[in-house]
C-alpha cells in the first residue's frame, strides 16, 4: 500500500453556499478541508473521528503527532468537549472569538477522539474569528480539529495559494477565504491553579492577557509541556513496551497490525491511516488490562507509519 503517495484532484472554491456544503459533506466523511482562520489556513477534520483525526497527519506527512487545537463555535459545543473553570471562562469571555487557545481538561465524556490530543487528558481549544470557518463547523455540528495547512516542515499558510502549493493532490477540498488577518498561529494558554501559562506567543498578548486579570506566570512552558512543535507530552503507557513482536509472551499484551492474533488490532487490514486512528486507545486499553506489559507488532516505516513509529519508540523508552 502507498499511504504516502497522493494523486488527489485538490479542488479550490471561494467560500460561499456551495463551498460550505462541499465542505460540510466532505468532512462529515471523514476526509480533511483547509478552512481560512482570522491566524492561518488550518486543515481541518472531524474531531470526534479519529481516522478523520489520522487523515490529517497523512497528508500533512507529519513525522510525529502532537496534540491538535479543536475548533468550535460556540460555547456550549466547547463546554462539551472541555471542563471550563471561573479563570477559564472569564478568559473566553474576554477574546473568543478569536486567536486565543485555551488548554484545558477534557471531559471524559466529550466527543473529541483520543488522537486529536494525543492521548492527553487536557485539550487546546479555541473559538475562530472567521465567518468561513465557523459557518463550516455549525453546519457540521461538531468540533473540528486544525493545525496549520501545510506540509510537516514548512511555513504556515496564510492564502489559499499558499496552501494548494503545500498540500495539492494531497487534500481533496481548500476553500479561499481570502489572506488571513492575523497571519500567525493563536496564542496559547494552560490554566492552572494558580495563574495562567503562555504555552505558544501569538496575536493575543501577555498584556492583554493580563488586562483581564489573569495572574501570568513565568517560564512559558513547563517541564510537563515542552516547547509546542515538538511536544513531547503525549499519553504514555505506564507498562514496559516492546517493539515489533511478533506474538505475545507470558503476561504481554499484544498490540497487532495486519492480519494476526492480537489483544487490539490497530488494522487487521494493514491500512496505516487506520492504525494512527486506533494508536492511543491502543496504549490505554493495554495499560488499563491486567498484563504485565505491552508488546507492539512492526508497523511500516512509511507514510503515516513514520509517526506511529515515532511515538512507539518514545513509549518504548520510558
Ligand atoms: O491559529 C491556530 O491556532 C491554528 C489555526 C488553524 O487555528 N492552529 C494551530 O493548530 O496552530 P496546531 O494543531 O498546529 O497547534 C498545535 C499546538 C501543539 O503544538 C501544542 O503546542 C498545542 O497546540 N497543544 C495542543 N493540545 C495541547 C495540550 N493538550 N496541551 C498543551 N499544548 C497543546
Ligand atoms: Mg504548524
Redesign the pocket.
Known amino acids: 500500500m502507498t499511504v504516502d503517495q497522493f494523486s488527489l484532484e485538490t479542488r479550490c472554491l471561494p467560500f460561499g453556499e456551495g463551498a460550505l456544503t462541499l465542505a460540510v459533506r466532505t468532512l462529515l466523511a471523514g476526509e480533511p478541508v483547509a478552512l481560512p482562520?482570522e491566524?492561518?489556513?488550518?486543515l481541518a477534520a472531524d474531531a470526534t473521528n479519529a481516522r478523520a483525526v489520522a487523515a490529517i497527519y497523512a497528508a500533512k506527512g507529519r513525522p510525529s503527532f502532537?496534540?491538535?487545537?479543536v475548533?468550535v463555535v460556540d460555547r456550549a459545543m466547547a463546554e462539551a468537549v472541555a471542563d471550563f473553570s471561573l479563570e477559564a471562562r472569564r478568559l473566553a469571555d474576554a477574546f473568543w472569538p478569536g486567536?486565543l487557545?485555551l488548554?484545558l481538561p477534557r471531559r471524559a465524556d466529550g466527543p473529541v477522539c483520543d488522537l486529536a490530543?494525543?492521548g492527553?487528558p487536557?485539550?487546546?481549544l479555541?473559538m475562530?474569528d472567521h465567518s468561513a470557518m465557523r459557518a463550516v463547523i455549525a453546519a457540521c455540528g461538531r468540533p473540528l480539529?486544525?493545525?496549520?495547512?501545510n506540509r510537516s516542515g514548512s511555513i504556515?499558510p496564510t492564502s489559499a495559494t499558499h496552501v494548494l502549493a503545500s498540500l495539492g493532490g494531497r487534500i481533496p477540498l481548500i476553500i479561499d477565504g481570502g489572506p488571513t488577518t492575523e497571519g500567525i498561529?493563536?496564542t496559547?494558554v494552560?490554566l492552572g491553579t494558580d495563574g495562567i501559562r503562555i504555552?505558544?506567543p501569538?496575536p493575543i498578548t501577555a498584556e492583554q492577557l493580563s488586562a483581564t486579570g489573569a495572574a501570568i506566570l513565568s517560564g512559558g512552558a513547563d517541564e510537563a509541556?515542552e516547547a509546542?512543535?515538538q511536544?513531547a507530552?503525549h499519553y504514555c503507557p505506564d507498562k514496559p513496551l516492546r517493539l515489533e513482536a511478533k506474538s505475545a509472551a507470558d503476561g504481554e499484551f499484544l498490540i497487532g497490525f495486519g492480519a494476526m492474533a492480537s489483544d487490539y488490532n490497530l488494522s487487521e487490514a494493514g491500512d496505516l491511516v487506520e492504525a494512527a486512528a486506533n494508536l492511543f486507545a491502543a496504549l490505554h486499553e493495554a495499560d488499563s488490562s491486567d498484563a504485565r506489559s505491552i508488546a507492539v507488532a512492526a508497523v511500516p516505516n512509511v507514510g503515516i507509519g513514520v509517526a506511529i513509529n515515532d511515538r512507539l519508540a518514545r513509549a518504548a523508552m520510558r
Open positions: 482562520s491566524t492561518v489556513y488550518g502532537n496534540p491538535l487545537i475548533h486567536p487557545t488548554v490530543t494525543a492527553l487536557t485539550v487546546a479555541r475562530p480539529a486544525a493545525p496549520s495547512a504556515s498561529e493563536s496559547i494552560a504555552l505558544r501569538g509541556i509546542p512543535g511536544l507530552s
